[in-house]
Structure formats: C-alpha cells, structure tokens
C-alpha cells in the first residue's frame, strides 16, 4: 500500500513540474511516469515526442 502512495504522490510532483515548465501534461501520462521511475525501467512508447518532456524529470525512455 505504501507504494501506491508513493506512486500517487510522485505522479502529482511529476504533473506539477511539467505545467511550471510549460508543458502539461494529463495525469494518467503522470501515472505511468511515476510507475516508470519507482520501478527503475524504461517506458517504451511510439509516442516518444509525447514523453520526452518528461525525461528532464527522471522518466527513461527506450
């Protein structure tokens, strides 16, 4: 359970230092980040010019 919350709460950092660096992002994006980066893996995506804001706030992308 301590995880999720862990998980809950990077995705809503996550979220938040997007929209200050002008690009917002929807939360359900922020969600998979933050499983991404608590889980030390790569996101593999088609949709890498989506993502690759996301990068400069720790997300890996294969």
């Known amino acids: 359970m301590e995880s999720v919350k ?14 200050r660096k002008g690009a917002p992002v929807r939360r359900t994006d922020a969600i998979i980040v933050a499983i991404a980066i608590n889980g030390n893996a790569k996101l593999f995506t088609l949709d890498t010019e989506h993502f690759k804001p996301l990068e400069a706030l720790g997300l890996k992308i294969f």
């Open 6 to 19: 862990l998980r809950r709460m990077l995705a809503a950092k996550l979220e938040l230092e997007a929209e």
